[in-house]
């Protein structure tokens, strides 16, 4: 199974995240989550909209 990221389209391959080609992706099972970068930028739009930084600050700390 492989995870895409459902923003940006790359795919992690080991400990990089990469952009696939579609082709490729055609006969296994994709799961979709955020990559890093993606992530980091949820979390931060998600903070600006409840509020609550002090809270999350610590967990977005984690690679
Ligand atoms: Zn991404």
Redesign the pocket.
Known sequence: MVVQ?C????VRNGKQ?VLADPIELADVRISHG??P??AAQAFAEIRALIGVSRLTSNVAASP
Not at 7 to 10: A, E, F, G, N, P
Request: charged share 20%; hydrophobic share 30%.
């Open positions: 990221c923003l940006c389209k790359k995240w955020y990559c970068a993606c």
